[in-house]
């Protein structure tokens, strides 16, 4: 099915390719503006044809010969009050140590999804990737950019979301206006290319791994957890200490991992005083349990530096399962990012709906497989997702990275390795 799937994306891509302008030679819209490689000249209005994405350049499909290998990045740092929001990244390549004759800058895009790769960028039906290039602020001190649209000099640089596109109801849904920063229904995820203008423009053959900010509430008494983005931590004593730290600290009491073939929590982290105790070895992806009992206050964690998303094959609990005396079994595992991806394009293609709903990812388990899928809210759990006879009912939005609770009847390997 999978394969199908893919054979209707790519002659979906195709036919992007054939409505394309038909200019090689980085030519950009007809209003003038100019690609130059100096950093002071006019560049294209991003902002005002934000709407008519098809005409910048010609980079959605047409980007040969390839440019430039992009830059990594991470996210610093994150900050949110009222009224004032930003995700800081640090190139890990600045353009300080590049070669200024083959890039001349970086470019930085936003998704509610996580761009992996340039089809990604190219997910939704309608819109295409230079609708998600946004205006980074490298001179975040003075608010002041040489060039617009451009990441130049600055090893650091600044999403104050001083754009449109974070909030922008058409594209996100109503009630998604928001920058996101603090927001457990918005997750912003980033990536970036390298620029080369000269003497075409050409850039770079894949943007870098994505990075992302995934908030979650953290309440007294039970919550159910995922590891969403790398935080550079593989043990769950560590996880803990970032966790407990979080807010007016003291949230961490215990940390449980769930075993679906014995249908038990199993205690993985505890704190003794001040001390935390969990040697074991935890990874981004992992669902778990955590114990709040001190701290009576709702803290919200944002999970962000560096901020790695994780591929799906790196992902450990594969394999979705019940105990062997039970007709179904409890699996708790995170929205994976890469089959996240792929339900949105099919969404796109096939129907035109621009987000995944719960009943897609049942039916991407299987039926015969998945019984029903809950999310948690508030300290309790809320059905999504279940089959009424062969049909999928579940029309509400699934985010990816996020914790779910699904019930199979049959073991299934989902996503597939």
């Known amino acids: 099915m999978r394969k199908w799937i893919g054979l209707l994306l790519f002659l979906s891509i195709c036919s992007i390719v054939i409505a394309a302008p038909d200019a090689l030679d980085g030519s950009v819209p007809e209003s003038g503006a100019s690609m130059s490689d100096g950093g002071g000249g006019e560049i294209p209005p991003f902002e005002a044809m934000a709407e008519t994405t098809a005409n910048i350049f010609i980079y959605v499909t047409l980007r040969q010969p390839e440019g430039p290998e992009a830059s990594g990045i991470e996210i610093d740092s994150t900050y949110c009050l009222t009224d004032w929001e930003f995700i800081q990244f640090k190139a890990l390549a600045p353009l300080a140590i590049r070669d200024t004759a083959e890039v001349q800058f970086y470019l930085l895009y936003r998704a509610q999804w996580a761009p992996f790769t340039w089809n990604d960028l190219n997910l939704l039906n309608t819109y295409e990737d230079s609708m998600w290039i946004i205006d980074p602020i490298e001179n975040y001190i003075t608010g002041v950019d040489a060039v617009p649209y451009r990441w130049y000099t600055y090893p650091k640089t600044r999403d104050n979301f001083g754009d449109s596109v974070w909030n922008m109801e058409s594209v996100w849904?109503?009630?998604?206006?928001?920058?996101?920063?603090c927001d457990e229904d918005v997750n912003w995820y980033y990536t970036s290319v390298a620029v080369d203008t000269t003497p075409t423009v050409r850039f770079s053959p894949e943007p870098c791994r994505p990075v992302g900010e995934v908030d979650q509430w953290l309440v007294l008494g039970d919550n159910i957890l995922?590891?969403?983005?790398?935080?550079?931590?593989?043990?769950?004593?560590?996880?803990?200490?970032?966790?407990?730290?979080?807010?007016?600290?003291?949230?961490?009491?215990?940390?449980?991992?769930?075993?679906?073939?014995?249908?038990?929590?199993?205690?993985?982290?505890?704190?003794?005083?001040?001390?935390?105790?969990?040697?074991?070895?935890?990874?981004?992806?992992?669902?778990?349990?955590?114990?709040?009992?001190?701290?009576?206050?709702?803290?919200l964690w944002s999970a962000a530096k560096p901020g790695y998303v994780p591929m799906d094959d790196s992902i450990t609990n594969h394999t979705l399962t019940k105990p062997p005396a039970y007709a179904n079994g409890d699996n708790f595992v995170m929205m994976p990012y890469q089959t996240y991806n792929m339900l949105l394009a099919t969404n796109s293609v096939m129907e035109g709906i621009d987000m995944v709903r719960a009943s897609d990812v049942l039916n991407d388990i299987g039926y015969g497989n998945s019984v029903e899928i809950h999310k948690w809210v508030t300290g309790a759990w809320v059905r999504i997702a279940f089959w009424i006879a062969t049909t999928p009912i579940g029309p509400g939005k699934v985010l990816p990275g996020l914790p779910l609770r699904v019930i199979v009847q049959n073991e299934v390997v989902w996503p597939p390795e």
């Open 173 to 181: 849904g109503a009630g998604y206006a928001t920058k996101g920063v």
């Open 226 to 299: 995922s590891y969403p983005v790398d935080l550079n931590v593989r043990r769950w004593d560590s996880l803990a200490m970032i966790i407990d730290e979080v807010g007016a600290g003291d949230n961490m009491f215990e940390i449980h991992t769930w075993d679906p073939a014995t249908a038990n929590w199993i205690r993985v982290a505890f704190k003794i005083g001040a001390m935390i105790i969990g040697p074991g070895p935890c990874a981004p992806g992992d669902v778990f349990r955590l114990i709040k009992s001190v701290n009576p206050d709702d803290e």
